[in-house]
């Protein structure tokens, strides 16, 4: 194999496939990324085996071949070269070493054969449609803060993705038995009949990294066990959470019917305010709701208390209502409008809290005693 190609098209390539390869492996070969070289194009693929993602990326390919190389190691030498210099990767028929030569530059990494390689086999995916990058990313921001990170609850370590409004819709909701992220768009052609996947954590990550900046459409395929993204050049292909997602709808509230209206950068500076001297382990800020107004305040027996007011639109009876600092900030930062509005029932019940300007976006606080 020996192939010529611009650094600045093969490092981005590189960083998009390395990211899923771990520092630490068990297993070498997964530690390597698989190069390809055939016809005008090096095509690399790297696999942790639950998440591959393969790039394709134009080369001047002298003789083809493939071979496997240290994925970290071969990004850091590509991401210490100068702009704009060429690259050209040559393996010599029968060798086990791959030369890297720019310029005066020189090195020879260690390769592994090809053929050790896994292959994440997709099978069938019936379920195709496509998506728009802003609409997929749009799913994948409001929801994912509320995916869990533990470990015990497998089923909740992802995005659940589904049809929903009896077929109308396609809806993302994250939780962690705490707060619940729900988004949603009009269900794409080709989505119908498909099955609700739950969509693993990392492989959430990944996507949101490949769609950056993205401004064309995004591919999706998918079937009950494995999902695939194609944007471009680009495939990745994950292993879904094989697992059921809880029954989420019962735990958003119906009949909330006390609204508070509070300005969203004012108030998530309040609450970030207030929350400095909070507990690191709980974080609650008391919400002091009345007329007009909402009071903010945290005591912390170890280093003091603290206050603040603003100016809120409610009328109904006053309420205290106490949530998890983290939370309130994490749902602040998904609203783009001036203003944010909860619905509130008691002091013990789930509250809602929903962006004016976003009817597609729904979040769900349970509240903490304060």
Do not use: C, W
Request: glycine content about 8%; charged content about 25%; overall charge negative.
């Amino acid at each position: 194999m020996r192939a010529t190609i611009e650094r600045s098209a093969f490092l981005k390539a590189l960083n998009h496939v390395q990211s899923v390869v771990e520092r630490r492996n068990t297993i070498p070969i997964l530690s390597n990324v698989l190069v390809q070289a055939t016809g005008a194009e090096l095509k690399l693929t790297a696999t942790d085996l639950d998440i591959e993602i393969v790039e394709s990326v134009p080369a001047e390919v002298a003789r083809a071949g493939s071979t496997t190389v240290p994925a970290h190691m071969l990004y850091d030498i590509v991401r210490k070269l100068p702009d704009g210099a060429q690259l050209e990767l040559d393996l010599a028929s029968g060798q086990n070493r791959v030369g890297v030569f720019a310029g005066r530059s020189r090195f020879s990494l260690q390769a592994l054969p090809p053929e050790d390689f896994p292959d994440l086999a997709a099978g069938d995916m019936p379920n195709r449609f496509t998506l728009s990058a802003a609409d997929l990313k749009g799913l994948i921001e409001k929801t994912r803060f509320a995916i869990s990170t533990e470990e015990t609850r497998y089923y909740l370590n992802g995005i659940y993705l589904h049809e929903a409004g009896n077929g109308a819709l396609l809806r993302a909701v994250a939780t962690d038995g705490h707060r619940l992220a729900q988004a949603q768009v009009a269900r794409p052609e080709g989505a119908k009949g498909m099955p609700g996947v739950i969509v693993p954590r990392k492989t959430v990550l990944e996507v949101v990294k490949l769609i950056e900046g993205l401004d064309g459409d995004v591919e999706v395929a998918l079937s009950a066990s494995k999902i695939r993204f194609t944007a471009g050049n680009l495939v990745l292909t994950s292993k879904l959470i094989d697992g059921t997602f809880p029954d989420y709808e019962r735990v958003i509230p119906r009949n909330n019917d006390k609204t508070l209206e509070v300005d969203t950068r004012g108030f998530a500076d309040a609450v970030d305010r207030v929350s400095t001297i909070s507990m690191e382990k709980g974080r609650a800020v008391k919400l002091n709701i009345s007329s007009g107004k909402v009071v903010l305040t945290v005591n912390n027996p170890d280093s003091g208390s603290a206050e603040d007011e603003l100016i809120a639109s409610y009328d109904a009876d006053p309420i205290d209502i106490g949530f998890n600092a983290r939370y309130l900030l994490d749902v602040a930062a998904q609203i783009g409008s001036d203003a944010m509005v909860f619905n509130l029932a008691d002091a013990g019940s789930p509250t809602i809290v929903s962006d004016p300007g976003d009817e597609q976006a729904l979040y769900v606080l349970m509240p903490m005693r304060v």
